[in-house]
Structure formats: C-alpha cells, structure tokens
C-alpha cells in the first residue's frame, strides 16, 4: 500500500537528494548523492524521473572532455534503471557573476551570458529528453531599489524569455517553459514574486502559448497566500505546465520541508485539485532532508514525499465517495436561481430580466451554509477516523 510506481509520474531535483545539509549557518553534515547515486536511489523507491540545474550535472568550469564523460555516465545509469529526465533547469544564481541577477542585471555582458548559459542547458536537457524546461529567477531582484530600474527589469525579463522561447522554436524542441515565481530568498525581493505575477507576464510574451508556471508550495506560503489558490488558478488557465511539491510554514526562511509535513489540509486540497482536475504533468518533489540525517534520512525523506503524496490521494477518493460529505455539497452546490432569460451571460435580455429579479435578501442572507459541519468532516478524513 502507497507503494509508488512510474505511473505517478514522481521525480526529484538531484539538487534535492544531492543535498548535503549545508545552510547559511553550517558546514554540510553529510555526502549528498551524486547525480548516478541519486538515478539509482530514486528509480529503486519508484520514482518516475529526476530534474536538474545544468550544474548540478556539469560544472561550470567542466571541459568538453569532462562533459561528455559525466553525461555519458548518467544517462547509463538512466538507461540501466529506466528514469527519465522530463525536466531541466538552469542555475543563474550559483556563480558570482549573477550576484545581481542573470536576465535583469543591468550589466549587458551579464544578460548576454545568462541566456547563452540558458541555451546550453536546452540543449543538454534535449539530448536527454527534456520535455519541460523551469526558470526561476532566483537573483532577478533587489535590495536597493535605487540601483536597478523595476521597469527595465520587467522588459528584461520579458526580452530574454522570448528569446529562448525563438531558440527553442529554431531547434525544433517543442520545449514548454516553466516561470517559478519565489517573493524573496536569496534577494531581499525578487521580480515577480507569486504565480499570479508571472501569469501576468506570460500575457505580454511573444509566444505566451509556450509558456506557462512552475508553481512552488513553500514559495507562495512564505508570501503568505494559499497555495492550493495558486495552484487552482494556473491549472484553470491552461498553465499549470509543473508544478514543485514541497512545505513550509508561512512567512519564513526557504524551509523546503518534506510534502506534506507542515501544513496537512492545504497539502490534501491540492493533491485534490491536482487529481479531481486531471493534471497531467509531472509530481516534482522540490525540498531536502533536514540537517539532523545522514544520507539513511535522505531516503526515509524521498520516499515520505511519495507516500504522503499518495496517501493524500487515497483520502480524496475517501471526501469524493463520503455520502454525508456529497450529501453537504449536493445542498451547498444545489441552490437554483429562477430567472428566466438570465445565464450570466450579459445579452440586452439577460439584462432585462436581471434588473426585474426579485430577490429576497433576508432570507438568501440568513440561510446557514453549514461549512462547520462540512470542515470538521473533511477534517475527519484527513486524520483518519472516516
Ligand atoms: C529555490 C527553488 C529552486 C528552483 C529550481 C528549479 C533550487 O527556492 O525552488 O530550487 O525550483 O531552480 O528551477
Ligand atoms: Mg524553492
Ligand atoms: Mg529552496
Ligand atoms: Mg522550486
């Protein structure tokens, strides 16, 4: 039972299992798993795939020799166990040349680089079969707004997304980009800090069809919104193109906590969305093991993500199929509006009839929804007595 397999489509970052417990305070305190380690580690506990930031894989200062080798190893090691890589990433925010950012810095040389480095890491993704490609813009930000101009930082932004989008279009790769937003953490703001900002980016791209969101659990909860709203209204429009799965307590440092562990309901609403609403895409599991293990710990942390994961879907089949739940809905669902020639679609005849309606506001107003009820029983499923 919760057992995953590859139909659950799970992966990992190699940068998640690769941790090794290093945080701004403190040394690491263990060895993380290398990237054919983690391939390994991963496809034996069932997972589907792993992702990765270009150097996560290649370091930056590899030789094309050294390159084709590490390349050569891993995708043997995915070839032997049958993981795939369904999403790659680029990291412009580990080297000391994107200190004030890759795509907004206002130094050209270093926009220039950012996206040449972007278009290395498409072409590495492609040759191991990428489909999705992330960005997170983790220095696009400021702490001293006086230095960089917020305007320019957004035409930017949006110049260099649609760049890559032509680059992608020029090679044929059919790629789909992924914007995760993040309010804060490594800068004191970053550009764009929730979905919702970078839906209204996307709007105003070239190629808006090819992009869409990555959306982040610990991300959206230290901005202090609900994720499960954010997740809802990318999906809703057609973007929720990945989507990182991890937990957080609201307002604090980047915690990256292991799904689930923090915060319960908001985790099963969302595993609800995701499964009551088809989402097709992968079940990326972005969070590392605490500092307290040792690399046993990492693998009790990897296969916890998974198992909550599907432990939570198991009790959405239990809220769909409870009848005193469907019976609660049917009545907060099943209310009728009697106002023929009125669909809420506005017509010269809707309208007419709208402005005859009566309505009885005491009674619509005084009317118990009996959300108490419905929340407690909900609530129930969740730890388990139903
Ligand atoms: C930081 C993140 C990032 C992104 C990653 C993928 C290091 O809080 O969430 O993880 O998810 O860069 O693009
Ligand atoms: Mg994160
Ligand atoms: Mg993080
Ligand atoms: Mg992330």
Avoid at 36 to 48: F, I, S, T
Avoid at 128 to 139: C, I, Q, S, T
Avoid at 278 to 294: I, P, Q, V, W
Wanted: proline content about 5%; some cysteine.
């Amino acid at each position: 039972l919760f057992v995953p397999k590859k139909e659950d489509r799970f992966t990992f970052g190699l940068w998640t299992v690769g941790n090794p417990g290093r945080d701004p305070f403190g040394l690491p305190v263990r060895e993380g798993f290398t990237p054919v380690e983690a391939v390994h580690m991963l496809a034996e506990l069932g997972a589907y795939g792993v992702n990765f930031h270009d150097n996560d894989l290649v370091p930056i200062d590899a030789t094309p020799a050294e390159k084709e080798r590490i390349v050569r190893e891993f995708r043997q090691a995915l070839e032997a166990t049958g993981l795939k890589v369904p999403m790659v990433t680029v990291s412009l925010f580990t080297d000391p040349i994107f200190k004030d950012g890759a795509f907004t810095s206002n130094d050209p040389r270093v926009r220039a680089y950012a996206i040449r480095k972007t278009i290395e890491s498409m072409d590495l993704g492609k040759e191991l079969g990428a489909e999705v490609f992330v960005l997170w813009g983790g220095r696009e930000g400021a702490e001293v707004d006086a230095g960089k101009d917020a305007v320019d930082s957004m035409k930017r932004y949006r110049e260099a997304v649609n760049y890559l989008c032509e680059y992608s279009l020029s090679q044929n790769y059919g790629y789909k980009f992924a914007l995760e937003a993040k309010p804060n953490e490594p800068r004191g703001d970053i550009y764009l800090p929730t979905t919702g900002a970078m839906l209204g980016l996307i709007a105003t791209l070239d190629h808006p069809e090819m992009v869409g969101v990555n959306p982040e659990v610990a991300h959206e909860r230290m901005a202090g919104l609900n994720f499960y709203h954010a997740a809802a209204q990318a999906l809703e429009a057609g973007k929720l193109f990945h989507i990182d799965l991890n937990d957080q307590k609201m307002g604090r440092f980047d915690q990256d906590l292991r799904f689930g562990s923090d915060g319960i309901k908001e985790a099963f609403f969302l595993v609800k969305l995701l499964e009551d609403y088809n989402y097709k895409g992968m079940l990326h599991f972005d969070a590392h093991a605490l500092r307290t293990e040792d690399r046993q710990g990492v693998v009790e942390f990897a296969k916890g993500n998974m198992r909550t994961y599907l432990i939570l879907k198991e009790k959405v089949k239990r809220f769909n199929a409870d009848p005193d739940i469907q019976a609660l809905l049917a009545e907060i669902n099943g209310r009728k509006l009697d106002l023929p020639g009125f669909d809420f679609k506005y017509s010269p005849e809707s309208l007419q009839a709208l402005r005859g309606m009566a309505v009885d506001r005491e009674t619509i107003g005084a009317e118990g929804l009996n959300y108490e009820k419905l929340d407690q029983l909900t609530m129930e499923i969740i730890m388990g007595v139903r």
